[in-house]
Nanobody, 124 residues
Framework: QVQLVESGGGLVQPGGSLRISCAVS????????MGWFRQAPGKERDFVAA????????RYADSVKGRFTISTDNAKNTVYLQMNSLKPEDTAVYYC?????????????????WGQGTQVTVSS
């Protein structure tokens, strides 16, 4: 059984920074990439960023380009999302997810394992 556990969420002021983490309990050979998604109340779950475990490829939503950075620590089976210049509209529950594919990384349907989510609130 593969488990993804997010951590690091919290309350931050606009313009501030936060780093959230996702630890993978058991990384299988099929796991190709990891993604971060977010869901605000009453809205759909939206793509934020994705990365292949090799680190050779990353992808970002237009809304976070230049502000967020996704990275991995293969030795720790952990993926990070560094979020800078945070805005109130970044407020959401952030979910990490794992996929055996390296295509269509922006789609929720691509992913087969999900974490429970961590709340990020940007407010003064």
């Amino acid at each position: 059984q593969v488990q993804l556990v997010e951590s690091g969420g919290g309350l931050v002021q606009p313009g501030g920074s936060l780093r959230i983490s996702c630890a993978v309990s058991r990384r299988t050979g099929q796991m190709a990439a990891m993604g971060w998604f977010r869901q605000a109340p009453g809205k759909e779950r939206d793509f934020v960023a994705a990365i292949t475990w090799s680190g050779s490829r990353t992808r970002y939503a237009d809304s976070v380009k230049g502000r967020f950075t996704i990275s991995t620590d293969n030795a720790k089976n952990t993926v990070y999302l560094q979020m800078n210049s945070l805005k109130p509209e970044d407020t959401a529950v952030y979910y990490c997810a794992s996929t055996d594919l390296s295509l269509l990384l922006y789609s929720t349907a691509t992913y087969n394992y999900w974490g429970q989510g961590t709340q990020v609130t940007v407010s003064s």
